[in-house]
């Protein structure tokens, strides 16, 4: 029985996300995805309990994955929720870089292993940071992330 915790920003999340999931889900006995409210990126653009009901929306086929929501370190995450695992998603090389590095220094901390899962082809291109910025030019990225969140992006526009 091993659980797993897939955390990140999740603003929005997307369809890359979507497929490590997707992959991870019949690896573990659960998996808790969790929208990490990051002080440093104050300048968010859904908030933390949207992007927290977007995630829930997005994994509802999935039986052994439940979603929350965290403020603080990824490895306090892990500790509170009783993850062994954390996993993350890696698009490139780039990302290798920085993932590698966190989960050296996860382990360092609590001694927690990190799980990288490569990105399917498909959508190794697809990042949150880009998706808000094309939709906030008014374009269409219904192709990279779920309905779910392209309605949210629907009613965001219409209110603003
Ligand atoms: O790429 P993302 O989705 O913005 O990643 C966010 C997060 C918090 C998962 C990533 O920055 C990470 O793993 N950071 C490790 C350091 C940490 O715990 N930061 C917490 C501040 S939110």
Same mark, same amino acid.
Do not use: E, I, W
């Given at each position: 029985m091993t659980k797993a915790?897939?955390?990140?920003?999740?603003d929005p999340v997307h369809l890359?996300?979507?497929?490590v999931v997707e992959a991870v889900a019949p690896l573990f006995s659960e998996i808790v995805v969790v929208a990490m409210f990051n002080p440093a990126k104050t300048d968010g653009f859904f908030e933390l309990d949207e992007r927290e009901a977007l995630l829930s929306a997005t994994f509802?086929?999935?039986?052994? =994955? /439940?979603?929350?929501?965290?403020s603080g370190l990824v490895v306090t995450? %892990?500790?509170?929720?009783g993850a062994d695992v954390i996993v993350k998603g890696v698009r490139s090389a780039s990302d290798l870089d920085v993932e590698v590095q966190?989960?050296?220094?996860?382990?360092? =901390? /609590?001694?927690i292993q990190t799980v990288l899962v490569p990105s399917e082809p %498909?959508?190794?291109?697809?990042?949150?940071r880009f998706i808000r910025e094309i939709s906030n030019c008014g374009e269409d990225v219904s192709s990279m992330v779920p309905t779910s969140v392209t309605e949210a992006?629907?009613?965001?526009?219409?209110?603003?």
């Open positions: 915790l897939y955390p990140g920003s999740f890359g996300h979507l497929d509802a086929h999935l039986s052994n =994955v /439940t979603t929350t929501r965290f995450a %892990a500790a509170q929720l966190m989960a050296h220094t996860n382990k360092a =901390v /609590t001694g %498909a959508h190794s291109f697809v990042s949150s992006l629907g009613r965001r526009k219409a209110n603003s």
